[in-house]
């Protein structure tokens, strides 16, 4: 009997509570032992539900607790997240967590404990909901360079740009909807401006790659200042409006964003709508793969975890994670990233945007008037910003996806 103790009764906490309950057969073959919970953590009374019974508030009992191999850490945000963590880790607990925060602002220093003390810290779940993507990487894609990933990585967000998109959906009306399904985070606008996923793109990367990327370096725009009139604009480009996460690597050099973008049909990313995340991953022998699936939501990301508890479960007393180069890739500047864009600018100022930015493309929607609308070359963003500041009625602008 391995036990494990559940920290954050929230949706992937009761989520992974409940996967163990109801998948324990199968999870009892994978694991080669019964895998039971021994103790819930949450400052919350939960009166007739079935985790009643094992309900603590404190942590020591589970600290202390030799019998508790695994732990797994679903309470969100840094503190006490953090330092429950590294005490499980320093006493050869194995942690799983869906924690990105953590993972990518503590990531490197808990799995270097985790190894010092022969257990496991995995995060699996922590980018893209359930996809099982970190794990292909570091087993299917063992043997390849990855040098870009490229993903939608955040559920409550592709959610509100499909409503939007294809019900005319009102921004608020359909983050409400998120919130209410269990989608958004805690704080919205860690989904909304893009944090979380920029959180995501830097864990995702540092996994391709081997080495670190600080996510605190990722350039990162949001959807809050996309409208229905970009919604009509990009139905008549033939493209759909996604938040993507990308990086691209080159030697100890990693170009990395987070931004709105123009994704055009045909692209396999076009068609991830809703809830769903995908994220595709270029390895130097293997070419394209992409991986989809649900990016968010209490079950898909329990999944993830219980995967991660399954894993540790089997690997008891022994630090499985691959070995990295140790190194940090060095972030370069926005300005020097490369991109095409779509541009709205006022009636007059048509003339004007054409001289500026030289070859452009015009869009035209019918009903659309008082405004013009058009696609650029590729250029830098510094060229670009450069280029839009000589213009004085900017009505927005997103980048297209290349
Ligand atoms: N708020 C996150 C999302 C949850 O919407 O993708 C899953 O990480």
Redesign the pocket.
């Known amino acids: 009997m391995i036990k494990t103790a559940i920290l954050g009764y929230g949706t992937v906490g009761s989520g992974v509570a409940e996967v163990l309950r109801k998948n324990r057969e199968v999870i009892r073959r994978h694991a080669g032992d019964e895998v039971q919970t021994a103790y819930v953590l949450d400052l919350r009374e939960f009166p007739g539900d079935p985790v009643e019974e094992i309900l603590v508030h404190e942590y020591e009992p589970i600290l202390n607790d030799p019998d508790v191999r695994i732990v797994v850490e679903t309470m969100g945000g840094l503190h006490p997240a953090y330092e429950f963590t590294k005490q499980a880790l320093q006493a050869g607990k194995s942690v799983c967590t ?1 924690n ?1 925060e953590l993972v990518a602002e503590h990531g490197v220093e808990l799995m270097k404990i985790a190894e010092e003390h022969q257990a496991n810290y995995m995060f699996e779940a ?2 893209g ?1 359930g996809i099982p993507v970190i794990r292909a990487m570091q087993t299917g894609l063992a043997a390849d360079e990855i040098d870009a990933v490229t993903g939608i ?7 509100i740009l499909t409503r939007m998109e294809q019900d005319g959906c009102d921004f608020g009306e359909a983050l409400a909807e ?1 919130q209410r399904i269990g ?3 805690r704080n919205p606008e ?2 909304i401006e893009g944090y ?1 996923a920029k959180r ?1 793109i830097a864990i995702l990367s540092s996994v391709a790659y081997g080495s670190h990327v600080d996510y605190t370096k990722v350039f990162t725009e949001g959807i809050s200042r996309i409208t229905t009139t970009d919604m009509q604009y990009a139905a008549a480009l033939s493209a759909r409006i996604k938040l993507l996460g990308r990086s691209v690597r080159r030697g100890n050099d990693v170009s990395v964003m987070v931004a709105p973008m123009l994704v055009f049909r045909g692209n396999p990313l076009y068609d991830v709508n809703g ?1 769903m ?1 995908a994220i595709f991953v270029h390895g130097n022998m293997l070419g394209d793969a992409m991986f989809y699936g649900s ?3 209490s079950l898909p ?1 329990a999944s993830a975890v219980s995967a991660d508890i399954v894993d540790c479960a089997k690997n008891l007393g022994k630090n499985t994670a691959l070995p990295g180069t140790g190194e940090t890739l060095n972030v370069c500047p926005a300005d020097e990233a490369e991109n095409a864009f779509f541009v709205r600018v006022g009636a007059d100022e048509a003339v004007k945007a054409e001289a500026c930015f030289g070859k452009i493309r015009s869009v035209t929607v019918p009903g659309i008037e008082g405004e013009a609308a058009f696609t650029t070359e590729v250029m830098t963003e510094a060229a670009f910003r450069e280029k839009l500041q000589e213009i004085s009625d900017v009505k927005g602008y997103i980048r297209i996806c290349r």
């Open positions: 869906s990105k922590s980018c909901g990585l955040n559920g409550t967000t592709n959610y998120a989608y958004a985070e860690a989904d979380d995501k809830v995340n990016g968010a939501g990301t």
